[in-house]
Nanobody
Framework: VQLVESGGGLVQPGGSLRLSCAAS????????MMWYRQAPGKEHEMVAY????????NYAASVEGRFTISRDNAKNRVYLQMNRLVPEDTAVYYC?????????WGKGTQVTVSS
């Protein structure tokens, strides 16, 4: 199982970023996927969740209405569109495969929101 995140960077408050996660080594369409984040000095936080086939989604209250998770099962990719970013969104963002015997994590991509 390999999960590779991309799309992070430095953005001003109010800006947008789109994260992408390329998945390989498993049948992507069969697994629910998540985005987690970890801010400096804080615990990991589940940001968004999307189911495998129906594409039902769930979000943390802190990002509801600003972030959108989506997936393309044909391309083995999951995305996180982040709008109206605030400094509190600064964190390392991780793509996570859930289900099966254990969760699998990517190495993460840094998102920094600062003026």
């Amino acid at each position: 199982v390999q999960l590779v995140e991309s799309g992070g960077g430095l953005v001003q408050p109010g800006g947008s970023l789109r994260l992408s996660c390329a998945a390989s080594g498993f049948t992507f369409s069969m697994y629910d996927m998540m985005w987690y984040r970890q801010a400096p000095g804080k615990e990991h936080e589940m940001v968004a969740y999307i189911t495998s086939t129906t594409g039902m989604t769930n979000y943390a209250a802190s990002v509801e209405g600003r972030f959108t998770i989506s997936r393309d099962n044909a391309k083995n990719r999951v995305y996180l569109q982040m709008n109206r970013l605030v400094p509190e969104d600064t964190a390392v963002y991780y793509c996570v495969r859930t289900g099966g015997q254990r969760n699998y994590w990517g190495k993460g991509t840094q998102v920094t929101v600062s003026s």
